[in-house]
């Protein structure tokens, strides 16, 4: 089912759901930096909501919430895509979800790591080191969500060094 609506900004007609998925609810057309404000919502939301998990199901819980915004982010994201007629809309930021519920996979619930998976992320999202370019290039919903996704993984791998290296952080 879909319904049209022209967005602002937009070059033509949205599907209501990809629209309000790929935009995160509207995130995505936040001023100044949408990407970021994705990501501070992201992580904000991941600490209220995991106040209700207990600490056994909690990685679970991450990693199947990431697993489903990467599944509703691709299509959500190759749909935008092709009715904007841009290959990354800026305003797509399901992919910023996607990416930063990586590292709050195995960061504790405790500011500190929070924002430091915050920072790792957005650096990496931004600075798209190899191979994360390559990632970028595939086609559609698939390149606009896998390169934050590899953006993720590296933000991960990196909080789970420092977390080793200087316990607690």
């Known amino acids: 089912m879909s319904t049209s609506a022209t967005e602002p900004g937009s070059l033509g007609q949205r599907t209501r759901w990809a629209s ?14 949408p990407g970021t404000w994705a990501s501070v919502i992201t992580v904000l939301l991941w600490w209220f909501f995991s106040t209700f998990v207990s600490g056994d199901h909690l990685v679970i819980f991450a990693v199947v919430i990431t697993c489903a915004v990467v599944a509703i982010g691709i299509p959500a994201s190759t749909v935008v895509a092709r009715e904007s ?9 399901i992919d910023e979800v996607a990416g930063q519920m990586i590292p709050l996979i195995i960061a504790p619930l405790r500011w500190k790591y929070l924002v430091v998976s915050l920072i790792l992320f957005r650096c990496f999202d931004i600075v798209k080191p190899p191979p994360l370019r390559m990632l970028e290039r595939l086609p559609e919903g698939v390149g606009i969500v896998l390169d934050d996704v590899g953006a993720g993984v590296y933000a991960l791998l990196i909080l789970a060094v420092l977390m080793k290296l200087w316990p607690p952080l």
């Open 85 to 93: 007629g841009l290959k990354d809309p800026g305003f797509v930021v």
């Open 20 to 33: 309000l998925a790929g935009t995160f609810f509207g995130i995505g057309h936040l001023p100044a930096g």
